[in-house]
């Protein structure tokens, strides 16, 4: 079962098939602001307190796995809000890239700059064939990382060169060239995408039973040099303790 | 040699929108005087409306490192100014693409040089690509920060850096450090060619190159030391 828009409901919900949680985010671009940040975690919360689940993957609907921020609705709020999005971002970053089971970001369209690095705070990436780019346009559209942003993507990247392309000079990628440069595991046609993402989810879980709090303790550990880059940030020090 | 005899061993030329600096002084080694006159040469690069910077050196060499018989000239406080890191962060972090066209010998110094650019090109059939400092005793010191930032972790790393092996043109290819070859007749084209499809149709704006390059190379960049006690005690030597 594919799981085309048709049977998807609209915005972020949860579809649980076995021990498989399935994010499905079916809004549009699926940027990110305050409010779909917040139906994210509500999607998070449901899939962790779900305890029959060991995979995790998430996925879009239609042209569009995620286009990156709403910057739209960022432009119309005051530096407040603009500093509590980034607050409430960071904390969804390392929520993710500590999740209890294994995540797989199936990449099913456009994954453009926040998507990317949405999709990079997974522990594995797939992408579908023949339709979507994937890009840091960041140096086209003129609005650099922040630092701790830059940190967190260079620890996730390979090489220096891909670093290099990806990173300062907003080179577009297709799923060939993606899987090429080691930033995804797997690559197919759209119609097996979620089978290709829970098969690489099972290939990583093997046989072995991964304890949830061991797997986030390990996840903090490696990433913890980014992490504490997130962390010490005003933006995360601001909404530390906000639910 | 005065200082614009030695200028004009540094030349600038532009194609198109893409600045071209010749170094054309031998083995295009770095010691005070010729670091000015690079920093000069940048400086009209950077004032022009330059969307690329390529530097490319002459004959048999791109750039054989630092000037150690120069430095062991010097006097202490002397060695203590010599400003190589500065320059080397300053191509890191330029506005704009960079292209080291290596021509030739390209060693110590010189191969840190060519890291610092954006991209790198070599021909082929002449010159080898090296850092031989554990072979001269040296330490990378303030530079292992670009040479971290530049070379693929792992057995690239180790063979190139810490054991100080030399590679051919094929050779340094194959270890994705330099992005592409051709025979030395070509080699110009090859770096202007790589350095239109990496502005492809407007170029970037410089400011947020700059940020860009100085946030992604932030551990090098915060290294702002000048002069060097290793260097001056080997050269004394």
Known sequence: MAGESTSCPPGYSVEFRDDVAILWMNNGENRFNIDTIAEINRALDTVEGSSLTRILITTGVGKFYSNGFDLNWLGNQGPEINEEFVGRLYKLWIRLMTFPVPTVAAINGHCYAGGGLFALCHDHRVMRTQRGWWCFPEIHIKLPFRPEMMNLLQNKLSSPAVARDMLLFGKKYVAEDLLKVDVVDDICEQSSLIEVAINRARTTLGKDNYSRDMLTRMKEDINNNSIERLVSTPYYQAVKSKL | ?237
């Open chain 2, 1 to 237: 040699m005065s200082e614009n005899e030695l200028q004009d061993k540094y030349r600038v030329e532009y194609v198109g929108d893409v600045a071209i600096l010749r170094m054309n002084n031998g083995e295009n080694r770095f010691s005070s005087p010729t670091i000015t006159a690079i920093n000069k040469a940048l400086d009209e690069i950077e004032k022009s409306d330059a969307k690329a910077l390529i530097t490319i050196g002459s004959g048999r060499f791109y750039s054989n490192g630092i000037d150690l018989k120069w430095m062991s000239q010097q006097t202490a406080d002397e060695a203590l100014k010599f400003a190589l890191v500065p320059l080397v962060n300053r191509v890191l972090t330029f506005p704009m693409p960079t292209i080291a066209a290596i021509n030739g010998h390209c060693y110590a110094g010189g191969a840190i040089f060519a890291l610092a650019h954006d991209y790198r090109v070599m021909r082929t059939r002449q010159g080898w690509f090296c850092l031989p400092e554990i072979h001269l005793k040296l330490t990378f010191s303030s530079f292992k920060h670009v040479i971290k930032c530049k070379i693929p972790q792992g057995r690239v790393f180790t063979d190139m850096a810490v054991f100080g092996k030399r590679y051919t043109a094929e050779q340094v290819k194959a270890t994705g450090v330099v992005d592409d070859i051709t025979e030395m007749a070509g080699l110009m084209d090859l770096a202007l060619h790589m350095a239109k499809q990496c502005l492809g149709k407007s170029g970037y704006d410089r400011e947020t190159l700059k940020i860009l390059k100085t946030d992604l190379y932030e551990d090098a960049v915060k290294e702002t030391s000048v002069g060097n006690q290793q260097l001056f005690n080997i050269a004394k030597l």
